[in-house]
């Protein structure tokens, strides 16, 4: 966003509060959305943190403090064993359609607030 944009706001009399929701912010909104959407991909791909801090138990959790498994840990562990090969594309494709329904929806919630401002 070019600094004439925020200085032009500043001259006409708007505070910096009003600038930044009304000038800064909407022409942000591209560039701030891109990040989130690709944050959400990265965040359900994650693995290596997820085996240590949730575990590798291939079960429901009956509270929040038992051990569970995420789907990537699960196509992790089971293409690991070798023996489960089916059942690992089964989670792939699982974990595709998540991954595309979320960023799906965070683009269209992303062109939602893009036409709102």
Known sequence: M????????FGLGAGKLRTVF????PSAMPGILSGVILATGRI?????????????????????FNSTRTLAVHMYMLS??????????????????LVLAINGLSSFVAGKLAKGN
């Open 2 to 9: 070019p600094d004439s944009y925020r200085e032009g706001s």
């Open 22 to 25: 009304t000038i800064v912010l």
């Open 44 to 64: 359900v791909g994650e693995t290596a943190a997820l085996i240590y801090t949730a575990s590798t138990v291939a079960a429901i959790p009956q509270s929040v």
């Open 80 to 97: 690991n064993e070798g023996l489960h090969v089916g059942e690992t594309y089964g989670t792939a494709v699982v974990l595709l359609f």
